[in-house]
């Protein structure tokens, strides 16, 4: 069975960080890339960043450069986004996806990726 498991949300002040977590299992990780998403109220889901897990080669949006890392574990089969000096136009629900591609700069429609987690809620308080 796949899995993609999302951790590390919550309530942070403006100029906080957190770290979330994406666990997968089921599939060949070494062979996908990792995307985060995320989806605001009323919005539309939008690519936050992306790894390849073969090479390690990564993506970011351009509202997040500078400020997220996107990392993976891939003895643990983890894939990690490290973000700092949030905004709270960063507040949204965040999902990891696994996807049989590359990740580039043009992996960020979300018909791209296979797999999906439910979410964790990251919220900014101004």
């Known amino acids: 069975e796949v899995q993609l498991v999302e951790s590390g949300g919550g309530l942070v002040q403006a100029g906080g960080s957190l770290r979330l977590s994406c666990a997968a299992s089921?599939?060949?990780?070494?062979?996908?890339?990792i995307g985060w998403f995320r989806q605001a109220p009323g919005k539309e889901r939008e690519a936050v960043s992306c790894v390849t897990v073969a090479d390690g080669s990564t993506h970011y949006t351009d509202s997040v450069k500078g400020r997220v890392a996107i990392s993976s574990d891939n003895a643990k089969k983890t894939v990690y986004l490290q973000m700092n000096s949030l905004k709270p136009e960063d507040t949204a629900v965040y999902y990891c996806?696994?996807?049989?591609?590359?990740?580039?700069?043009?992996?960020?429609?979300?018909?791209?990726?296979?797999?999906w987690g439910r979410g964790t809620q990251v919220t900014v308080s101004s």
């Open positions: 996806a696994a996807g049989d591609i590359a990740c580039t700069k043009y992996s960020v429609g979300t018909y791209m990726y296979e797999y």
């Open positions: 089921g599939f060949p990780f070494d062979d996908y890339a």
